[in-house]
């Protein structure tokens, strides 16, 4: 047996009366679910308000934000990785692959572009700031494609 989706349909009227995932299928797919919506969430509200931060207080606010957030980021990518590693284990098809390549790319991007940049953000520096917006932005639309493959391999 697969970890992908297993679905009994009837012939006759074709409605789907049950879709099974098994649980390394589950795991990744609500890991996956969890990195996207934590991302986006960071995209969309966490980062725009960081960089609207005024020179003065950038220092305090900047230091408060890492060390707040440094923790729900670490349970997120182990999950994730976790995950990751279960669903290769049990399922060795093209969207878990595709998966586990963006999984890798996700940490790739976060561990060489943005945790760099934040570490060079001990004060204000504009150029530094958008840098790190667009690491974001690519980081959260490999998050969502990320997500995709999670479902393709979940239910494909």
């Given at each position: 047996?697969?970890?992908r989706a297993h679905d009994e349909r009837r012939r006759d009227s074709?409605?789907?009366?049950?879709?099974?995932?098994?649980?390394?299928?589950?795991?990744?797919?609500?890991?996956?679910?969890?990195?996207?919506?934590?991302?986006?969430?960071?995209?969309?509200?966490?980062?725009?308000?960081l960089a609207r931060i005024p020179t003065d207080r950038w220092a305090?606010?900047?230091?408060?934000?890492?060390?707040?957030?440094?923790?729900?980021?670490?349970?997120?990518?182990?999950?994730?990785?976790?995950?990751?590693?279960?669903?290769?284990?049990?399922?060795?098809?093209?969207?878990?692959?595709?998966?586990?390549?963006?999984?890798?790319?996700?940490?790739?991007?976060?561990?060489?572009?943005?945790?760099?940049?934040?570490?060079?953000?001990?004060?204000?520096?504009?150029?530094?700031?958008?840098?790190?917006?667009?690491?974001?932005?690519?980081?959260?639309?490999?998050?969502?494609?990320?997500?995709?493959?999670?479902?393709?391999?979940?239910?494909?």
């Amino acid at each position: 047996m697969t970890s992908r989706a297993h679905d009994e349909r009837r012939r006759d009227s074709g409605r789907l009366d049950r879709v099974t995932v098994t649980a390394p299928g589950a795991a990744f797919l609500a890991a996956t679910a969890l990195h996207a919506g934590f991302q986006a969430t960071v995209t969309v509200l966490v980062y725009p308000a960081l960089a609207r931060i005024p020179t003065d207080r950038w220092a305090v606010e900047h230091d408060r934000h890492s060390r707040r957030i440094t923790p729900l980021v670490g349970v997120v990518y182990l999950a994730l990785a976790g995950a990751t590693v279960w669903m290769l284990v049990a399922d060795r098809g093209p969207w878990t692959y595709a998966g586990a390549l963006l999984a890798l790319a996700v940490a790739v991007v976060t561990g060489v572009g943005a945790a760099p940049v934040h570490g060079r953000l001990s004060r204000a520096d504009p150029v530094l700031i958008a840098r790190l917006l667009v690491i974001d932005r690519v980081r959260a639309v490999l998050g969502v494609l990320l997500l995709a493959c999670a479902c393709g391999a979940a239910f494909g």
